[in-house]
């Protein structure tokens, strides 16, 4: 059964949101070699709770999570602060765009100055996600048949799904009709959300189609709404973060 938002004939809302702040020169990646093993610090966590508190009134039907851990506690620590949260599902359609082989690094400035400007290249033919990583084009087209399936599930109106950056800026980008090089210009800072509406229309068979998105908030960061004092990309600040915590280890 199709439901819309009130006042609505075939309108759904997203509430997308990035994960909350990890480190991804900790230990663990590091031994590991593996950044999808990445997990929320206190930081993040505090970011969560910000971005739940913001979405406490807001009824949610659906949640879904990436299925790594950073997205999943995120939209655990989300939830919990509703009193009738949905079922938390897994979708990895949404999961980050895969980087390739592990990249060394000798400093969180080296990693930074690499990792920053990533997406500029995002709509050269052929572009990946670093070396040897995932094409852009690819992940669009997975992720595209992830945003479908949600649309087409039926019983709902508003959901909550936690991605990630790349993840987020693509979408963005697909729900105005622009190419892939436009992701570069949408910020996602951590923890933050956005919301997108979708117009939903059956054909002539009763196949839900996606007749327009429409972005209602881009990059809201309930933790310092007007963003006093971030002054960094997203990366920037999480590898400064990650050369302070190391520097005051020393």
């Known amino acids: ?5 009130p006042g609505t ?6 509430y ?3 994960h909350g702040f990890v480190d991804y020169t900790s230990e663990r990646v590091r031994e590991s ?4 093993l990445a997990y929320l ?3 993040g966590r505090e970011e969560a709770r910000a971005a739940g508190i913001a979405l406490s009134d807001v009824a949610l039907d659906l949640a879904m999570h990436s299925g790594l851990d950073r997205t999943r506690e995120t939209a655990e620590i989300v939830l919990s602060q509703h009193t009738a949260a949905p079922e938390l599902l897994r979708e990895e359609r949404f999961q980050e765009l895969k980087s390739g082989q592990y990249m ?7 990693l930074a100055a690499t990792m920053t400007f990533q997406f500029e290249n995002a709509g050269q033919p052929g572009a990946t996600f670093l070396a040897g990583g995932e094409k852009f084009s690819d992940a669009m087209e997975r992720i595209e048949v992830g945003l479908e399936n949600l649309l087409q599930r039926p019983g709902w109106s508003t959901a909550l799904v936690v991605a990630h950056e790349v993840v987020n800026r693509m979408i963005l980008s697909w729900s105005i009709g622009a190419p892939l090089g436009a992701s570069s210009g949408f910020e996602q800072d951590t923890g933050c959300i956005n919301i997108i509406d979708f117009d939903l229309v059956p054909d002539d068979a009763g196949v839900i189609g996606i007749e327009r998105a429409r972005i209602k908030a881009v ?3 309930p933790a310092n709404y007007l963003k006093h004092g971030m002054n960094l990309s997203s990366l920037e600040a999480i590898f400064t973060r990650a050369t302070a915590a190391s520097s005051a280890a020393d």
Not at 1 to 5: I, K, N, S, W
Not at 9 to 14: C, E, S, V
């Open 1 to 5: 059964m199709m439901t819309a938002l």
């Open 9 to 14: 004939t075939g309108r759904r809302r997203l």
């Open 16 to 18: 997308l949101m990035r």
């Open 33 to 36: 070699r593996d950044p999808s």
């Open 41 to 43: 610090n206190e930081a």
């Open 104 to 110: 060394d690094f000798e400093s969180a400035e080296q």
């Open 219 to 221: 990059n809201l960061t």
